[in-house]
């Protein structure tokens, strides 16, 4: 297995920012010998959603309906937490809520048994269907919140009543603002994508990694683009790690996450530096358009420049915690 040794070493060949404490942030190894991450592993158990939002990170309004089973579910994280586990798993989509059978998709994340903590994110439009049986299984809900959908404080409270007597944990995120994230049209520029994966904070500060159909990525972007870009469609598992069928899952799954290499991804993707927006909504069938753009015109180079100096600046996007029980 791991040693601490190794897992400084692999942490040195990060590139681009103070390494070994970015690294440490995200996992640490048990002494079993399976990792620990720290933060959360995310599962889309829907693609899709109701609302089309113009900064999507997830693409949603652009994927088709997608509904994740359970049975899969239990099967990919019982598999995966022989080798890993993880603080939290955040339920996410599109829109989770979609979802008709959502109370068995948080059973089989409780039955996998990989972390004691579930939380739902939503984008709060629907939840009249957070029932007391989901509440009963789950330990948050994450609403986000944007300037043009937002929920009263009345049905928050309503929702934070019902959540107190299952102890879970109610909590409202605000965006105002997001970061333009893609560019459908790529670039031959390979220094400057390897400069955005350096400074992608979703895969060396926060380790967003997801499970998706038997595989796990490092990012949801890089399971999202696959769907959309032509060149990436052929091997849409291309950039994920096979977590039943790639040999010794438990060698590999360190030099998979912390590998230097930018994903085939990347190239359509600008991570955490693109220019900030406005939170608008938008048309679902011109939703894409406005991504079919060069990436050296979605980043914002001053910005890459001061992530290169410091990968923990955040600009813009989520602020406030108006609700927390
Ligand atoms: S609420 Fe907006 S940001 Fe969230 S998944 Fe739906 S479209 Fe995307
Ligand atoms: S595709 Fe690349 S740049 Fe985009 S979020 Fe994933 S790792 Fe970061």
Redesign the pocket.
């Known amino acids: 297995m791991f040693k601490a040794s190794s897992l400084k070493a692999i942490a040195r060949r990060i590139l681009g920012f103070s390494k070994k404490q970015a690294v440490k942030k995200i996992f640490i190894q048990l002494a079993d010998g399976t990792l620990f991450h720290q933060h959360s592993l995310e599962i889309e158990i829907v693609d899709h959603?109701?609302?089309?939002?113009g900064?999507?990170?997830?693409l949603?309004?652009a994927i088709p309906r997608r509904f994740e089973s359970a049975e899969r579910i239990l099967g990919d994280l019982s598999t995966l937490k022989q080798h890993m586990r993880v603080e939290c798993v955040k339920l996410l989509?599109?829109?989770p809520l979609l979802h008709p059978d959502i109370e068995a998709i948080v059973a089989a994340v409780r039955k996998s048994n990989i972390s004691n903590k579930i939380i739902l994110l939503t984008?709060g439009t629907l939840l009249s269907r957070i029932t007391d049986g989901l509440l009963e299984i789950l330990d948050g809900v994450e609403i986000?919140q944007?300037p043009s959908m937002q929920n009263s404080a009345e049905e928050i409270a309503l929702l934070q009543k019902r959540a107190e007597k299952y102890s879970v944990t109610i909590s409202s995120f605000y965006f105002r603002t997001f970061h333009k994230s893609f560019a459908f049209k790529g670039t031959e520029d390979k220094k400057l994508v390897q400069r955005i994966f350096n400074t992608c904070r979703k895969v060396h500060l926060w380790g967003c990694y997801a499970v998706y159909e038997g595989y796990l990525f490092k990012c949801p972007q890089s399971i999202y683009l696959a769907k959309v870009i032509p060149e990436l469609q052929h091997d849409p598992h291309g950039d994920g790690l096979s977590i039943h069928s790639c040999g010794d899952f438990s060698k590999k799954i360190i030099p998979f996450l912390t590998s230097r290499t930018p994903l085939n991804a990347c190239t359509f993707c600008v991570g955490n530096v693109g220019h900030i927006k406005d939170h608008h909504m938008t048309q679902r069938d011109v939703w894409k358009s406005q991504y079919e753009v060069s990436t050296e015109s979605v980043v914002d180079h001053d910005l890459l420049k001061k992530a290169e100096a410091d990968i923990a600046i955040r600009v813009g996007c989520r602020n406030g915690v108006p609700f927390e029980s």
């Open positions: 959603c109701n609302l089309t939002c900064g999507c990170n997830h949603s309004p989509g599109g829109e984008n986000s944007y």
